[in-house]
Structure formats: C-alpha cells, structure tokens
C-alpha cells in the first residue's frame, strides 16, 4: 500500500484531482486552506460529507486541484474525488457506506444546450394569439 492514493471527481464541468494521505486532517484546494477556499458553509459540508461518514475527517492530510465550472460544481467534484480515493484506500470498509450515500457515483447531470429559436433551451418568446 502506497502513502499517498490518487483519485479524480468530477460534476457539471469541473474537475478535481484529490491526492490523500496520512496526516492530521488538513485540506489544502488550489493552494489554500478549505475555508479560504470554500466560504460557504453548505458547500464545505458537501466537500467533507465522505470524511464524516468514514469518520475519517482528522485521519488523513489532503491536496485537491480542482478546475472549470463554479463553486457548486467543484465542491461536488472534490467530494466525488475524496469519496473515490477513500474507497481506493480501504474498499472493504469504506465502499459500503460511500456507495449507500451516492458519493460513489458520477453526477451526469449538465447544463442542457440553448436551442435555436429559443431565448435559453426550452424558454421561447411570450405566444400571443394577435
């Protein structure tokens, strides 16, 4: 077993790349600490949310670089990156309870394409029977 596992999470156009490792519990994205990084409260839930539920939240040090989309889109890939580099760590133990919450699997939903004709892809002009 290697120091240090790699994993890649991704949601909508982001993607993040997530190395951990044993350590003290610090989480360093693009190059800041997670609450310079993450303000929002809610979003830092959603990063940590594969930590509380291996309760392995002070257990492990971990380096993400995350790019494209916007904040939503790349706290759902650094939580999709650390829920797939934990299984990778320890699949007997980790893999039932990530996969029972979802963290396991791809988010595939995107934005949907703007049709042409239309003002977004499916919003069209007000009808008027005039």
Do not use: C, W
Request: aromatic share 6%; glycine share 10%.
């Amino acid at each position: 077993m290697s120091d240090v596992i790699y994993a890649t999470g991704r949601r909508k156009s982001s993607s993040a790349r997530v190395f951990l490792k044993p350590g003290s519990g610090q989480m360093t994205i693009n190059g800041k600490q997670l609450d310079a990084y993450i303000v929002d409260s809610t979003r830092r839930q959603v990063v940590l949310q594969p930590l509380d539920i291996t309760k392995t939240r002070d257990k492990f040090d971990i380096f993400v670089t995350v790019a494209g989309g916007g904040l939503s889109g790349q706290a759902g890939a650094i939580r999709h990156g650390i829920a797939r580099a934990l299984n990778g760590l320890n699949e007997e133990e980790f893999r039932g309870p990530l996969k029972k919450e979802g963290l396991l699997t791809r988010d595939a939903r995107k934005v949907e394409r703007k049709k042409y004709g239309l003002k977004k892809a499916r919003k069209s002009s007000q009808f008027s029977k005039r």
